[in-house]
């Protein structure tokens, strides 16, 4: 999945040790905003490693393009959701530009809108003559 919008903030960044194989882990949060929504959302992701969050090198109010995963983990009976990042992309020209074409116009509670949907204007068609003659090709 993928979302473009703003850094809003960046929080603050955890690191450990892993219990199970002991290697050092740093993992860092962002808030985006959508840009491209009629009511903008906000989502908090993940990206994890140091070589990632060094690599996107994610700002506060940076308009990007984020490709990302959702998965689920349980925790003592509670489940839990992850929000990570595999791609941060910054090369957008005009976000807006970047929605996919015939997406409808989606009221907060996902009904379409009632707003009107613009129209082609009726054209007249050419009067018929006929000839007599059959000219088709086939």
Known sequence: MELIGKIIQVLPERSGTSARTGSEWRMASYVLETTTDRFPRKMVFEVFGS???????????????????????????????????????????????????????????????TAPMPTAAPQEAAPFTSTGAEDLPF
């Not at 929000?83 to 996919?100: E, G």
């Open 51 to 113: 070589d990632k969050i060094q690599q996107f090198n994610i700002q506060v109010g940076e308009m990007v393009r984020v490709s990302f995963d959702i998965d689920a983990r349980e925790y003592q009976g509670r489940w839990y959701n992850s929000i990570r990042a595999w791609n941060v992309d910054r090369n957008l020209a005009d976000p807006m530009a970047q929605m996919p074409m015939g997406a409808p116009d989606m009221t907060p509670f996902g009904a379409p809108s």
